[in-house]
Nanobody, 127 residues
């Protein structure tokens, strides 16, 4: 399984970016998907997650109402739409895939839940 994240870049505060993460090597619909981020000098933190079918989502409080996670199982891709960006959103963003997710349960927030990780895409928000 390989995950390829893209879409990061430099944006001004208040702006928007959309991150994408494509999964290859296995059936995408078999995985719950998550986004995490890691700022310099900080631990990796949960951002958002979505279950296999896309019917259940989970957000960190810090991004709720500003970020939206979605998935297109036909394109093997998960997205993170980020609006109203703030300087504190600056980080490397990682997508992750959870093969052992339980149908009907809210997708997990712990990095330990996830089996596969992408390489990360850098997001910089200037003030």
């Amino acid at each position: 399984v390989q995950l390829q994240a893209s879409g990061g870049g430099l944006v001004q505060a208040g702006g928007a970016l959309r991150l994408s993460c494509a999964l290859s090597g296995h059936a995408f619909s078999a995985y719950a998907m998550g986004w995490f981020r890691q700022a310099p000098g900080k631990e990796r933190e949960f951002v958002a997650a979505i279950n296999r079918g896309g019917s259940m989502v989970n957000y960190a409080d810090s991004v709720k109402g500003r970020f939206t996670i979605s998935r297109d199982n036909a394109k093997n891709t998960v997205y993170l739409q980020m609006n109203s960006l703030r300087p504190e959103d600056t980080a490397v963003y990682y997508c992750a895939a959870d093969f052992s997710s339980v149908p009907g349960r809210t997708p997990g927030r712990s990095p330990l839940t996830y089996d596969y990780w992408g390489q990360g895409t850098k997001v910089t928000v200037s003030s």
